[in-house]
Nanobody, 127 residues
Framework: QVQLVESGGGLVQAGGSLRLSCKAS????????MGWFRQAPGKEREFVAD????????YYSDSVKGRFTISRDNAKNTVYLQMNSLKPEDTAVYYC????????????????????WGQGTQVTVSS
């Protein structure tokens, strides 16, 4: 069992930056591929980015490509999402999730493929 806890959300002006963290407990996340999703009010949960278990491969949705960066530090049992040039449409609850074991496959955008989820952290971007 993997417990995931997100942090780093908050209120930021458009054009600003935030870095989200997702820390695991209960079991190391170093053997899992990881993803970030987000859900805005009244909308379905959508894929943001994912990263392979060793961090060598990443994949981004078109809406965040070039602005967001996913990374991981397995020694710290933590995955990050650096978000730059934030827009009001980035406002959502952001979730991290774990899937697979020792897989280098990325671009897994379906939430049902992820076995473990955090509780989410709110990101609000004001215009």
């Amino acid at each position: 069992q993997v417990q995931l806890v997100e942090s780093g959300g908050g209120l930021v002006q458009a054009g600003g930056s935030l870095r989200l963290s997702c820390k695991a407990s209960g079991r190391t996340l170093s053997s899992y591929a990881m993803g970030w999703f987000r859900q805005a009010p009244g909308k379905e949960r959508e894929f943001v980015a994912d990263i392979s278990w060793r961090g060598g491969k990443t994949y981004y949705s078109d809406s965040v490509k070039g602005r967001f960066t996913i990374s991981r530090d397995n020694a710290k049992n933590t995955v990050y999402l650096q978000m730059n040039s934030l827009k009001p449409e980035d406002t959502a609850v952001y979730y991290c999730a774990a899937r697979g074991r020792r897989t280098d496959i990325v671009g897994i955008t379906t939430s049902g493929e992820y076995a473990y989820w955090g509780q989410g952290t709110q990101v609000t971007v004001s215009s």
